[in-house]
């Protein structure tokens, strides 16, 4: 099992056989888009140790990723666990460093040529945002899977993603950040396994 830059082991979702099990679900078809790679490569390099660079370059298998290519996925999740053991003290824990990740992968999808006009149109509007999830996933992922969305009667929704390998810390802070990057108040993300690869996200704010 691998140990963090503090000496300690992995817990959580950073164990070992979590990781291969997840990994042995994943098929050669199963890919995600370079700029997330690049996200998670650009919050370790922030550290300044080009050893934790080089650790996690070696662990997806490269250093440069070009933004809306796809890279497989099963190279993706190697390199999010490998970057949230080196990270989870400067984020109190491992999935703590994984919801950062997913923070920072919903920045960098909004930031671009894709993200920017949907930014702008869906600002102030945390019902269209979560509307358009279903078309953001599609690009985002080439999985085969299925985002589908819920809106409640009031300030919440429901968020189902099938065939989905993103770790659950890192979807619930790529979904917050986004909520809150258009404006959103107090936007709060929560979510439960019910299978294998699904994920139901409670999603409310205000």
């Known amino acids: 099992m691998k140990r963090g830059v503090a000496g300690k082991q992995p817990v959580g979702l950073g164990a070992e056989p979590e990781l291969k099990r ?5 098929t050669p078809a ?3 888009r370079g700029m997330f790679f690049r996200s998670v490569l650009e919050v370790v390099r922030a550290l300044g140790d080009e050893a934790a660079v080089e650790r ?9 990723f070009v933004d809306f290519t796809c890279y497989p996925t099963a190279s993706f999740l190697r390199l999010l666990w490998s970057a949230a053991d080196l990270l989870r003290d400067g984020y109190g824990s491992f999935e703590g460093a994984l919801r950062a990740l997913g923070r920072r992968g919903a ?6 040529s894709t993200g920017r006009p949907l930014q702008a149109l869906l600002m102030g509007n945390p019902k269209r945002l979560l509307e358009s999830l279903p078309m953001a996933y599609a690009v985002a992922s080439a999985n085969g899977g299925r985002c589908s969305v819920t809106l409640g009667a009031r300030d919440n929704a429901l968020v189902v993603l099938d065939r989905d390998f993103l770790p659950r810390e890192y979807v619930e802070g790529a979904l917050a950040t986004a909520l809150e990057v258009v404006g959103t108040r107090e936007p709060r993300v929560r979510g439960r396994p ?13």
Request: charged share 15%; proline share 3%; hydrophobic share 35%.
């Open 22 to 26: 997840s990994l042995a679900l994943a």
């Open 30 to 32: 199963d890919s995600v």
């Open 56 to 64: 996690c370059a070696e662990a997806c298998g490269g250093r440069r």
């Open 107 to 112: 920045t960098d999808f909004l930031s671009s």
């Open 194 to 206: 019910t299978g294998p690869l699904s994920i139901e996200y409670t999603v409310t704010w205000g």
